[in-house]
């Protein structure tokens, strides 16, 4: 069969993939329920190891080593920041604010990520004042609690400073939100298609 032959079939019946979409689309549009929008604050932090006093003799430079032993560090550091313990605090420092969030929520909605020596803190929240309190009270308790937390490090005791940040800006929608429309219809498409072969089929 030629293929001007199969455009015929579907040229024929070309209302039913039509129809289809069309109501696939409008069952879509009346129940869509519109995504609340979400919002992330971040803020960067610098960590680092005051160098070790030198010492003649000592057989390498502390303004090198310091350095490589604060990225050692980080890798641990990035785990404090989604703790319960930082948690409990930035709960704690937001209730002193006026504003009540638990620490579990607190702790779901936090992430970290480290790249050497800097860390970034990401907040997702739905309302963009409050993630930035959030990130806010989350570097404060960071750079007050950090240096009890890494007890093991004697007087050298690490440095938290904010260098970037806080930020706040609306998340965009996910790739599944903004394909679930466009897929639907190409299903619809595809069926009506298949239905208007069937329907030569049998006719």
Request: proline letters at 8%.
């Amino acid at each position: 069969m030629e293929l001007r032959q199969y455009w015929h079939i579907e040229w024929k019946r070309v209302w039913i993939p039509a129809l289809l979409i069309g109501v696939v689309l409008v069952i879509s549009l009346v129940l869509r329920r519109p995504t609340p929008v979400q919002y992330e604050a971040s803020g960067r932090v610098l960590v680092d190891v005051p160098p070790l006093e030198s010492v003649e003799g000592m057989g390498f430079d502390p303004r090198l080593t310091a350095p490589q032993a604060t990225e050692y560090l980080v890798d641990d550091f990035t785990q404090f920041v989604s703790s319960q313990a930082v948690a409990d605090a930035v709960s704690q420092r937001l209730a002193d604010q006026g504003l009540q969030v638990p620490p579990g929520v607190i702790q779901s909605s936090t992430a970290s990520e480290q790249v050497h020596r800097v860390v970034t803190i990401r907040v997702t929240w739905g309302d963009p004042d409050e993630a930035l309190s959030i990130v806010t009270a989350a570097v404060e308790v960071l750079k007050q609690d950090a240096p009890a937390y890494f007890g093991r490090l004697g007087l050298e005791q690490p440095q938290v400073t904010l260098f970037d940040g806080p930020g706040v800006s609306a998340v965009p929608p996910s790739l599944t939100e903004r394909l679930d429309l466009p897929v639907r219809l190409l299903l619809a498409l595809l069926a009506g298609i298949t239905l208007a072969f069937l329907l030569n089929y049998l006719d």
